[in-house]
């Protein structure tokens, strides 16, 4: 793909960013790089990508010791395990995927000023990462005690369904926990960002009040 090809779909992202939030400057394009070459990834950050997104520490950690990519914010999405938790905090500016207490201690301990969002499971598959909506407000009021760990708002990752109707539910209940945990907040602890819409739901997110939407495919392609 030309650069060309970068800039066409980045324009188009942007164009229903415009078109399909209320509040568009607020919006942050996440390139979701996984799989995806250095090669690539330069090419769409010349084309305008200014935050990438990946899901697994190894391989991005290859990516980045041969490329650090000056300037461009980077967004751990993937899932979190314990032992690989301080390579996120030096490699990474925002973790996605905070779901286990056990890594919110591990993170508070380290003083890191990461910033993080907390992982709702609103589509209740097993396979998915993320907390029991109903246990959600437990877990952040647990959290309190935490001083150190910098929490900036909630993610989720829509159901495997074609049904738009479904989809929407699920970024429409994220939305109301984000708005019914403002109650929650401390210094450290606050709800603003909204992660969530992926190539084939991002449109239906911005509707929804997403903040940060993490897209693969629609600026890269198919993955092999
Ligand atoms: C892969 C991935 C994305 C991007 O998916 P696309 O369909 O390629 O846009 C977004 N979020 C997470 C957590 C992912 O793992």
Not at 36 to 41: A, T
Not at 89 to 103: A, G, T
């Amino acid at each position: 793909m030309s650069l060309q090809n970068y800039i066409d779909r980045i324009n188009v992202i942007n164009e229903n960013i415009h078109k399909f939030s209320q509040n568009p400057k607020k919006i942050k394009l996440i390139g979701v790089t996984k799989t995806f070459s250095v090669e690539k990834i330069k090419t769409a950050i010349n084309a305008g990508v200014k935050i990438i997104g990946e899901n697994k520490v190894q391989d991005a950690l290859a990516k980045f010791k041969e490329e650090s990519f000056p300037g461009i914010e980077r967004h751990y999405i993937g899932k979190l395990q314990s032992n690989k938790v301080n390579k996120v905090l030096d490699n990474f500016h925002f973790i996605h995927s905070l779901d286990r207490e056990k890594i919110v201690k591990k993170i508070d301990n380290s003083k890191s000023q990461i910033k993080c969002l907390i992982e709702v499971n609103t589509s209740g598959e097993k396979s998915k990462g993320g907390v029991d909506p109903e246990k959600l407000e437990n877990f952040i009021l647990e959290l309190h005690k935490y001083k150190n760990i910098q929490i900036v708002g909630l993610m989720t990752i829509s159901p495997l369904t074609e049904n738009k109707n479904e989809i929407r539910k699920s970024f429409k209940q994220l939305k109301g926990l984000l708005e019914v945990n403002k109650k929650n907040e401390t210094d450290n602890i606050h709800f603003n960002e909204l992660s969530m819409g992926m190539t084939n739901d991002y449109t239906i997110a911005l509707q929804e009040g997403a903040t940060m939407i993490r897209i693969g495919r629609g600026i890269f392609g198919s993955r092999k």
